[in-house]
């Protein structure tokens, strides 16, 4: 057990080097993206279980409530319930949804074969690897692309005593077509649609996020969290006025699961460590009261945010 929770170590260390050592000297290919609700508040870190049918955060001005839905088993033609989205994993495909919504000016995806690419490139971001991700791999991906295309949102964003309540899904419609690979099999080829709620609010709250990163990051969820509240946060702190947060506030919106402190605040500072290897220009300090956060350029510069549509802009 010690042995392969060591190698773990060695295996996030590796990819926090690497994908440090990639954002400081190579030019960003690829980028995610992230509602800003979600980049405040967040899902749940591990799967809550069955029973549990929504989940309600709320932090600042911004809230969030999620339930579970239910999907229709083409074989039995009853309907099936489906548990909440959880984990890292429903958090990377949101990222790349957005992404892809936001790349093509579309809220139409074609699932099958954008996230298989995109799950190669979290797996091999050095483009070392020549064998695509396996199968176990890829299921467990739309397993929480299953939950996310079912699941209810509720966004609320509050500014100047005005709020904003968004009620919809991430996903209105998913078509399953019948196709034929290369080798004469047929098989299903999802395409999903946004909700164009959704999709809207996206368009205008929508946070860019490096892929490099949530390469590096894709083990944890914490992390994934952390990445995406600094990627809004930072850039938004006045220059001569740095912002301090208490410990507690700290685990009242990253401390799921953690009813000590002290544990808390160890998982913490592993998490953020890695954060920061993979967003070098953040300027954040951490002592024993709790974080000061300073004035730092957002992890993707507004330079490079070309969102690639059809026919240009």
């Not at 800003?36 to 600042?60: F, H, I, K, M």
């Not at 164009?196 to 205008?204: A, V, W």
Request: with cysteine; charged share 25%; hydrophobic share 40%.
């Amino acid at each position: 057990m010690k042995d392969t929770k060591s190698r773990q170590l060695t295996l996030v260390k590796k990819r926090s080097l690497e994908a440090s050592v990639s954002i400081a000297t190579e030019t960003l290919e690829q980028l995610a993206f992230q509602h800003t609700v979600l980049c405040q508040t967040s899902l749940p870190y591990r799967n809550p279980g069955d029973a549990v049918r929504a989940w309600e955060r709320e932090q600042g001005n911004v809230s969030l409530s999620i339930e579970a839905g239910k999907t229709m088993d083409r074989q039995t033609r009853q309907w099936i319930k489906v548990g909440l989205p959880y984990g890292p994993k429903a958090r990377l495909i949101l990222a790349h949804l957005n992404a892809e919504a936001l790349r093509t000016g579309s809220p139409e995806i074609e699932v099958e074969r954008s996230l298989t690419a995109f799950v190669r490139r979290l797996q091999d971001p050095t483009k070392r690897r020549k064998s695509g991700p396996s199968g176990p791999c890829i299921r467990a991906f739309k397993e929480q692309l299953a939950r996310l295309s079912v699941a209810a949102i509720r966004m609320a964003m509050t500014a100047n005593e005005h709020t904003v309540q968004i009620n919809n899904q991430f996903v209105d419609m998913v078509e399953l077509w019948l196709k034929k690979d290369e080798n004469n099999r047929v098989r299903w080829s999802p395409t999903l649609h946004l909700n164009h709620r959704y999709f809207d609010s996206l368009q205008k709250h929508a946070v860019p996020l490096d892929e490099r990163a949530l390469a590096a990051l894709s083990h944890s969820a914490m992390a994934l969290d952390i990445y995406a509240w600094l990627a809004q946060r930072l850039h938004r702190v006045p220059r001569e006025k740095p912002q301090f947060i208490t410990w507690a506030a700290i685990k009242e919106q990253f401390g799921e699961g953690h009813s000590r402190m002290d544990n808390f605040r160890s998982k913490f500072r592993d998490a953020i460590f890695q954060v920061l290897a993979c967003y070098p220009k953040a300027k954040v300090e951490a002592d024993h009261k709790g974080l000061t956060l300073r004035h730092s350029p957002p992890p993707v510069s507004a330079r490079v945010i070309v969102v690639e549509k059809p026919g240009g802009w």
